[in-house]
């Protein structure tokens, strides 16, 4: 189904874009790092930048979408490779939380992407996707790596009309 395509593609962009972040209780340094490094994540991904996006994913980085599947890193980049990029898309990551331990780190954040596609007979339709997950990072040394993204709630739109609707098992 094109939809399923559709979501599947968008899907990637979960982990792999953020236009804006703000957090909330998290100080201004830990904050600071963390907006650093997804902006990293967001420019890696615009590229196609195999290397930059390995070097911000956790060596044993897995995501987790709203079915449950798992990917690894070496996946979800080729899964990236094989999306056309979308000139019309924006995004906007907000995270809700910092949950910070001693060396690692929790956020649960809201991602909504935007996009305009046009249908075969012209008509060109407004799609938004609107995602909430939990990221996992860690910081084995100067730098946080991306560990774990669980998406855990994913809603799809077409022209304001909501069209698709999951929870995480």
């Not at 100067?142 to 609707?165: A, P």
Request: aromatic share 6%.
């Amino acid at each position: 189904m094109r939809h399923d395509r559709l979501l599947r593609n968008l899907g990637l962009f979960l982990v792999l874009s953020v236009a804006c972040v703000s957090a909330g209780a998290a100080d201004d340094s830990l904050r600071a790092a963390l907006q650093s490094r997804y902006a990293d994540l967001k420019a890696a991904s615009a590229a196609r930048d195999a290397a930059a996006l390995s070097a911000i994913f956790a060596p044993d980085f897995v995501s987790v979408d709203v079915s449950g599947q798992s990917k690894v890193a070496s996946q979800v980049i080729a899964d990236l490779n094989a999306v056309k990029p979308d000139p019309n898309k924006t995004s906007e990551t907000t995270l809700i939380s910092i949950t910070p331990a001693a060396d690692s780190l929790t956020v649960k954040q809201r991602y909504d992407m935007k996009t305009v596609k046009t249908a075969a007979d012209g008509t060109q339709h407004n799609m938004e996707l609107v995602a909430l997950s939990t990221d996992s990072w860690i910081k084995p040394a100067d730098v946080w790596l991306i560990r774990r993204t669980v998406t855990n709630e994913l809603s799809f739109f077409n022209d304001g009309q909501l069209v698709m609707h999951k929870l995480k098992p």
